[in-house]
């Protein structure tokens, strides 16, 4: 396949949050990777993208059953270690009603639309709204704008 196209069909793959999807993504660049004949430079977005995509296999489904067993704690434990945030931050990201801060650190840290969703639902701020609310939290994933209450936490 030329290089044209297999950029543009790892991009689709990259764009799709379904598992499936998510592991052929992560099986294609694993080839490229290894078969990498191209300058070092050029690499480094794949290997990141890569790393992003073990990351997000290895900690989505511990911090899903973290968030289904109804272990709070644990869960922000989880999605620290999975972007990278303390504690606090998390904890207030979860608590903040608007969806933003939420959005903010799963942006931050490139987690999925599908990861965002889950959490926002589970443990986060759509949980026990109606149908209406909750796409309004679930939208704020689109054009997140990180709180207030955030950026002071992060100084």
Do not use: Y
Request: proline residues 4%.
């Amino acid at each position: 396949m030329p290089a044209k196209d297999r950029l543009r069909h790892l991009l689709e793959l990259a764009a799709d949050a379904r598992s499936e999807t998510r592991a052929a993504l992560k099986r294609e660049l694993q080839e490229l990777l290894a078969d990498w004949q191209g300058d070092d430079d050029a690499r480094a977005p794949f290997e990141a993208l890569l790393a992003k995509v073990a990351r997000e296999e290895a900690s989505g489904p511990k911090l899903i059953n973290q968030l289904r067993a109804g272990n709070r704690d644990g869960a922000i434990a989880a999605l620290s270690a999975l972007s990278g945030s303390d504690g606090a931050r998390v904890s207030d990201a979860l608590d903040e009603e608007s969806g933003t801060a939420l959005a903010a650190l799963c942006h931050a840290a490139g987690l999925s639309r599908a990861l965002f969703s889950d959490i926002a639902i589970l443990a986060g701020p759509a949980r026990g709204l109606d149908l209406a609310e909750m796409k309004r939290v679930l939208d704020a994933f689109e054009t997140p704008a990180e709180s207030p209450r955030l950026r002071a936490n992060s100084r």
